[in-house]
């Protein structure tokens, strides 16, 4: 049997090196892109200790070409691309009115545009042979914007327009090509060490934190059972429906709540590197610094897991439901 193949972008770090080691513990052979050539050297190492093998380019997902090497030099070596994972980002934390235009900008390129030159790097290839998987990695905040986030919200929120839009041209064109996007609550991964940040106070995500294993788990999952959206975590899960039931009572919410829930105790140090147009040198891994918080288990991806145990229980609620219904009107 063929080997299946995934390319992974953002592979040197964080969500997209968590599932670097979970897509080849599976069985997948690797391409691999990021800007750090040390991050991408220890990820391929993994996946060689996982019995797997990768292909890795050093480059920027905002530059089409490397995209387009990337894709070629992976089926190159190890055949076609069965599954395209979308994952590479940048964040700045700062108010709107002390953003630039540039830092605006950067994070669109990246962010949402990386995803466009990948989906089009993808497509190319898996739309001829009719068969094949794209993984967008999205956030919560796609649909519930927060404060002090404005940049990548925004590129969330684009990634997730572009991907309704192919959606419906795919199932148009009767396509056998796959498209989901995974929606992920707040990750303990190392870029609120690297990300740039205006306020006074180190950066966090906002709790509940969740391990980059777990998020890496559910887009494995997600890519072999691709469905339109995946959320992962109640507290994804509760932004986007609060966002859909009480949209003002939540931007009220956030006003009050929100700048503190992005930082830590400790003050930032002013003028520290940070990623967002360059790399900052050293291997930072999956894990951020905050694995001691961290919750290591989802409860959708336990039930997407157990699709029978979700039917069921659904069943047993409506039953239940119904149950209540008959009573009610027979004691009126």
Known sequence: MADKVAVITGASSGIG?????????????????????????????????AGSAAVVVVGDVVKPEAIERLATETEARFGPIDLWVNNAMVTVLSPVAEMTAEEFRRVMEVNYLGTVH???????????????TIVQ???????????????????KAAIRGFTDSLRSELLHDRSGVRLTMVQLPAVNTPQFEVMRNRMPRKSQPVPPIFSPYTIAAAILYAAEHPGREMVVGASALQAIVGQKVAPGLIDRYLARNGYESQQREQPERRGRPDNLFD???????????????????????????????????????????????VRRRAKG
Request: glycine share 10%.
């Open 279 to 325: 790399t900052v040198p050293g291997d930072r891994g999956a894990e951020g610094p905050f694995t001691d918080r961290s919750r290591r288990s989802s409860i959708q991806l336990w039930l997407r897991e157990r699709p029978l145990l979700t039917i069921a229980s659904a069943l047993v609620m409506v039953a239940a439901g119904l149950s209540l219904a």
């Open 118 to 132: 990948g989906t089009l790097a993808a497509l190319a290839r898996m739309g001829p042979r009719d068969r094949g």
């Open 137 to 155: 990695v999205g956030s919560a905040l796609a649909y519930r914007s927060i404060p002090l986030q404005s940049a990548y919200c925004a590129s």
């Open 17 to 49: 090196r968590a599932s670097v080691r979970a897509f080849a513990q599976a069985g997948y052979k690797l391409g691999l892109i990021a800007r750090s050539q040390e991050g991408l050297d220890a990820a391929a190492r993994e996946a060689e200790t």
